[in-house]
């Protein structure tokens, strides 16, 4: 059963569009991340968190940004949504030295 | 900076077969090594991770990986496939202790065929 959810898992926009995509954990895990990921291509970190309050941003430049209220939710968001978006995107969380916790995912697509 | 390279990115072998998939790394200093597996429509689930301890690391499923620091490889393996080992594999690595921000190579897509 998974402790880190994301939602939708899957999402079908148009050009121009506002969107969030969420993601919750239930570990009480400090770090976050969100990695994008392309069909045939490695994940590559665009977002991370190591707590309340704290954002950076990764090694691939995405025009998305992220906040971090509370220790359990860490949400993505696009405020206008383009084609070029269209990508998985997957959030995870660490603790220690356990590894990292993914979600499901979410499948974007922008027509 | 550190960086992973999978090398082959499908990999065909019969149930019962051994199954090896390759991971060679960069780093700078001692790496911290990863594989991850993701099945369809799913997140990544960890496999298997070395953190400087025994050098050959076991994982879940049967699966192992020896970390060999002269040929800088990682290489996963499996002695017997099994039809639900078909998956996506991904070799990751990090330069910090607490295994923060891997990098993660292209992946490697294993088929099971019977």
């Known amino acids: 059963e998974a402790d880190i959810y994301q939602t939708p898992r899957y999402l079908v926009i148009g050009t121009g569009k506002k969107i969030t995509l969420e993601c919750s954990q239930t570990?009480?895990?400090?770090?976050m991340y969100w990695y994008q990921q392309d069909p045939g291509m490695e994940l590559h970190l665009i977002h991370y968190?190591?707590?309340?309050?704290?954002?950076e941003k990764g090694d691939l430049s995405s025009e998305s940004t992220v906040s971090r209220i509370r220790t359990e939710h860490f949400p993505l968001t696009l405020e206008s949504a383009r084609p070029s978006h269209t990508s998985q995107y997957l959030c995870a969380s660490q603790t220690g030295d356990y590894g990292y916790t993914f979600g499901s995912g979410t499948r974007l697509t922008v027509v | 900076a550190q960086s992973v390279t999978q090398l082959g990115s499908h990999v065909s072998v019969s149930e019962g077969a051994l199954v090896l998939l390759r991971c060679n790394y960069s780093?700078?200093?001692?790496?911290?090594l990863f594989w991850y597996v993701q099945y369809p429509n799913q997140g990544l689930q960890l496999l298997l991770k070395?953190?400087?301890?025994?050098?050959l690391v076991k994982g879940i499923n049967g699966f192992e990986a020896e970390f060999k620091k002269s040929e800088t490889s990682f290489h996963l393996t499996k002695p017997s496939a099994h039809m639900s080992d078909a998956a996506e594999y991904f070799c990751a690595v990090s330069d910090t202790p607490n295994t923060d921000k891997l990098i993660f190579g292209t992946g490697t897509r294993l088929q099971v065929f019977p």
């Open positions: 968190s190591y707590g309340v309050n704290s954002t």
């Open positions: 570990m009480g895990h400090d770090k």
């Open positions: 070395y953190t400087s301890a025994a050098t």
């Open positions: 780093s700078s200093v001692p790496p911290y």
